[in-house]
């Protein structure tokens, strides 16, 4: 794959929030859709202005000096190395951070960053049975250049399926022939027995068939151990919704400080799956439908179930046909699908990516080369953010605060600091640290938020 293919597939993997930047992009059938959900989210919610005017966004088209938190659980192993490594997860190659915003009682912590520091990081260390491991709170000041983007590109993880699919056809001669034939049919037969809910969400979204929450909502649950990543859809569809539409007083404090309520969606989380605290996998992500209008209720009672559940059915369908179909293509006459893998992969190119990045974690002898995938798919993100000149990367799914440090940007200028919190909840520069990052990833096995098994040093993901 030359640099220009590559480059199309990240950059159709960015969000970009200048919807100026995407006019004209007609050959899609799916535009007209996306139009008018960019409309809705936007001006139809109480908190839809978030969407083009919030503090993250303020903090990265500013000048000068970016300050963000990042938790860690293994300080004491990074600095006998000098050296802090980025994780892949939502933020691909990053260093996971949150915002900090300077005021004259010191840094303010985003709410994402005040649920990490200390609620999330504890629970997940508590889990572990080593309560020896404090999180420890690092401040990174990070000084922008003067040649950084200043546009508005977000990696959409969800759109990372075209990606994966490429990198396994590079990689895929690591395994056997037997294990590549296995591989390539079991996703095959995944997506197969998943016809009815892709048919329907495809229903759903190009041509408005109706059907009842209720019935759509059961299809999906008993669809997600077939297709993982549809966990991952639901979540982030169901936290958008949190995040759009709670009107609770806390929820319209954080709007006028320009930050989405994340407590919502990780209360949300961690309410229905307690055990994600030892291992956070959001393929379990599957809220049961006759619990998921109590759950809603117990989180934020401002919500109107009947509207979210008309909402997410809507919403799912509209990202699975988006972000999971091969761009362009609006599969119909599901009985006459040949159901061999080139012939799948023409139509439902992403998902078979996402399949296959997933399984490749406990497929055969894969797992030993799995971080050299991810590693792989780093390397090209580092390369498209170079040319782009981003420093630092967010999560643009939504901005929900999710903010990373490119490890690989040229004369990448930072401090950082181990950080201590005072009683008002912000936190100080306590000590400087002759850190270095590199660009190269951690293994997803050490990760704080992927393993409750510790060993070498790590970030938090």
């Known amino acids: 794959m030359d640099f220009l293919d ?4 990240w950059a159709d993997a960015h969000a970009f929030f200048d919807p100026a930047l995407l006019a004209g992009e007609s050959t899609d059938p799916l535009a007209e859709q996306t139009a008018a959900w960019d409309t809705r989210l936007a001006e139809a919610t109480p908190n839809g202005h978030l969407l083009r005017s919030n503090a993250l966004f303020d903090a990265l088209g500013g000048d000068g000096k970016l300050y963000l938190l990042h938790v860690t659980h293994a300080l004491e192993k990074i600095a006998e190395q000098g050296i802090l490594y980025p994780s892949g997860g939502c933020l691909v190659g990053s260093v996971y951070c949150a915002p900090l915003t300077p005021t004259d009682d010191g840094l303010r912590l985003h709410n994402l960053a005040a649920y990490v520091l200390n609620k999330e990081a504890p629970a997940f260390v508590a889990v572990g049975g080593t309560p020896q491991r404090v999180p420890t709170p690092l401040i990174f000041e990070v000084t922008v250049p003067r040649q950084a983007y200043r546009g508005l590109a977000g990696v959409d993880y969800l759109r990372l399926g075209s990606i994966h699919l490429s990198i396994y056809s590079h990689l895929e001669y690591l395994l ?5 034939h296995q591989l390539r049919e079991t996703v095959v037969s995944r997506v197969k027995n998943s016809t009815s809910l892709l048919a329907l969400a495809a229903g759903v979204a190009f041509h408005r068939t109706r059907v009842t929450p209720t019935a759509f909502l059961h299809l999906l649950d008993e669809t997600i151990p077939r297709l993982p ?5 639901y979540f982030e569809a169901l936290a958008e919704y949190l995040m759009l539409h709670s009107t609770s007083e806390r929820t319209r404090h954080l709007a006028d400080l320009g930050e989405f309520n994340n407590w919502l969606y990780k209360e949300m989380l961690f309410a229905a799956f307690p055990h994600m605290a030892g291992k956070f996998d959001l393929a379990q992500f599957r809220p049961t439908p006759a619990k998921l209008d109590a759950l809603l209720t117990s989180i934020d009672p401002t919500v109107d179930t009947a509207h979210a559940r008309a909402y997410l059915t809507d919403r799912i369908s509209y990202l699975i046909a988006a972000r999971l179909f091969t761009p362009g293509q609006v599969p119909e006459a599901w009985h006459h699908t040949r159901w061999e893998f080139d012939s799948v992969a023409a139509q439902l190119g992403p998902l078979l990516g996402h399949l296959i990045h997933r399984e490749l974690r406990t497929f055969g002898r894969y797992p030993d080369f799995y971080f050299y995938f991810d590693q792989y798919k780093a390397l090209q993100a580092w390369n498209y953010w170079n040319h782009m000149d981003i420093v630092t990367p967010f999560n643009g799914t939504i901005p929900k605060g999710e903010i990373g440090i490119n490890p690989a940007y040229p004369d990448l200028n930072y401090r950082i600091f181990r950080a201590e919190q005072d ?9 400087h640290l002759d850190l270095t990052i590199a660009p190269r990833l951690v293994d997803i096995r050490y990760t704080l938020m992927r393993n409750n098994q510790w060993t070498p040093p790590s970030t938090a993901a």
Not at 6 to 9: A, G, I
Not at 176 to 180: G, P, T, V
């Open 176 to 180: 056997s022939k037997a294990e590549r």
């Open 6 to 9: 590559t480059y199309h597939l």
């Open 423 to 431: 009683d008002t909840g912000h936190v100080h520069p306590a000590e």
């Open 229 to 233: 990543i549809l966990g991952y859809v």
